[in-house]
């Protein structure tokens, strides 16, 4: 995605975040965009965990948190996300 995508796509997740707080979907995605474009890491952690709150089976929630936990150096956290993460996509 080019970075105006990339904005769009936030913007977006923002106003439908905004109507429908608790949808998995969109916090997911928002919180892949922070991960693997923005590498807002600690903001992505923030809003993935609100996602697993809500549906803690998904394997896109726990690798993207597993990427960003490896981003800020918590390999103990890495780790058992990314396992469960390749678990859950069986």
Same mark, same amino acid.
């Given at each position: 995605?080019?970075? =105006? ?7 977006? %997740?923002? =106003? ?5 707080? =608790? ?34 089976k998904s394997p ?10 490896y981003k800020v ?14 678990? %859950?996509?069986?």
């Amino acid at each position: 995605m080019e970075k =105006n995508e990339i904005d769009l796509a936030l913007e977006q %997740l923002d =106003n439908l975040l905004r109507y429908a707080p =608790n949808h998995v979907m969109g916090l997911t995605e928002y919180g892949k965009i922070l991960v693997f474009h923005k590498k807002d890491y600690k903001s992505a952690l923030k809003i993935l965990k609100r996602s697993m709150r809500i549906c803690d089976k998904s394997p896109g929630i726990y690798g993207a948190m597993g990427v960003a936990y490896y981003k800020v150096g918590k390999l103990d956290y890495a780790v058992p996300c990314l396992k469960l993460s390749r678990e %859950l996509d069986k």
